[in-house]
């Protein structure tokens, strides 16, 4: 396993994913790849900002990103020796399936909330869609349990 491609959003779950990524990928050797995809604005139905406007926004988003996984980087993986950072603007899952076909990926790991029922098909899921796109295997990791207080009846 040469090739890891971790997707990032900045979120509990991603960081969950590059923590189990920087594990196998050190056991095996591996180079990792850690991608964010800026969901570019001009995709979203309804989108409807002057073209002049729109690569401004999506400038200062991609620039915002950039400085996020800087520093989302210097904070969860600045142990990892041979990872690659990267932010690209499009569909998150298309991205993930695309980038992992480019770099000829062994592996794309992807964190998950865990929606189900209603919420996950109201909204969709991007693990969802990588897992069923990818050509290679797709890890999904869960994101950290929360535990709940229980309160015992006397």
């Given at each position: 396993m040469k090739k890891i491609?971790?997707?990032v959003d900045?979120?509990?779950?991603?960081?969950?994913?590059?923590?189990?990524?920087?594990?196998?990928g050190e056991k095996f050797g591996s180079q990792l790849l850690l991608l964010h995809v800026i969901h570019d604005p001009a995709d979203t139905p309804g989108f409807y900002l002057a073209?002049?406007?729109g690569k401004k926004v999506l400038r200062n988003m991609e620039q915002s990103?950039?400085?996020?996984m800087?520093?989302?980087?210097?904070?969860h993986a600045k142990?990892?020796?041979s990872c690659?950072?990267?932010v690209v603007p499009g569909l998150p899952a298309a991205q993930i399936v695309q980038a992992a076909e480019k770099e000829k990926i062994d592996l794309v790991v992807v964190g998950t909330r865990g929606r189900g029922g209603l919420e996950r098909l109201m909204l969709g899921s991007v693990a969802d869609?990588?897992?069923?796109?990818?050509?290679?295997?797709v890890l999904t990791v869960r994101g950290p349990v929360k535990k709940t207080s229980r309160k015992r009846k006397s």
């Amino acid at each position: 396993m040469k090739k890891i491609l971790v997707a990032v959003d900045f979120s509990e779950e991603s960081i969950e994913a590059v923590r189990c990524a920087m594990e196998i990928g050190e056991k095996f050797g591996s180079q990792l790849l850690l991608l964010h995809v800026i969901h570019d604005p001009a995709d979203t139905p309804g989108f409807y900002l002057a073209k002049k406007a729109g690569k401004k926004v999506l400038r200062n988003m991609e620039q915002s990103a950039q400085q996020m996984m800087e520093e989302f980087v210097a904070k969860h993986a600045k142990e990892c020796e041979s990872c690659e950072a990267r932010v690209v603007p499009g569909l998150p899952a298309a991205q993930i399936v695309q980038a992992a076909e480019k770099e000829k990926i062994d592996l794309v790991v992807v964190g998950t909330r865990g929606r189900g029922g209603l919420e996950r098909l109201m909204l969709g899921s991007v693990a969802d869609k990588v897992i069923r796109s990818a050509a290679c295997p797709v890890l999904t990791v869960r994101g950290p349990v929360k535990k709940t207080s229980r309160k015992r009846k006397s």
